[in-house]
């Protein structure tokens, strides 16, 4: 089954910056639309920036500017860089495709930025 796995999470003050990256094992993933997602405690779970096949980009208007995602198709892998952190953006990050998600949800990396 596959599953995304994320990684590069941890604690950091505001303003700080930090990069996840996200492996995924799908003969797929060069075809597909990936993307980052957040859910915060209490929240429900959010698209926070999405890459298309061909590598244009959309970002959800709390980090745009702040947050640039990318992606290697021969690594199978899509990262999310985060500068300009802020205590809002504390949550767990998961990667999986857009719009609609193919894959069982991962673990996820844990982003807290404290103030």
């Known amino acids: 089954q596959v599953q995304p796995v994320e990684s590069g999470g941890g604690l950091v003050q505001a303003g700080g910056s930090l990069r996840l990256s996200c492996v995924i094992s799908?003969?797929?993933?060069?075809?597909?639309?990936m993307a980052w997602y957040r859910q915060a405690p209490g929240n429900q779970r959010e698209l926070v920036a999405r890459i298309g096949a061909g590598g244009s980009t959309n970002y959800a208007s709390s980090v745009k500017g702040r947050f640039i995602i990318s992606r290697n198709n021969a690594e199978k892998m899509v990262y999310l860089q985060m500068h300009n952190l802020k205590p809002e953006d504390t949550a767990v990050y998961y990667c999986?495709?857009?719009?609609?998600?193919?894959?069982?949800w991962g673990q996820g990396a844990q982003v807290t930025v404290s103030s």
């Open positions: 999986n495709s857009a719009p609609n998600t193919a894959w069982t």
């Open positions: 799908s003969r797929q993933f060069s075809i597909i639309s």
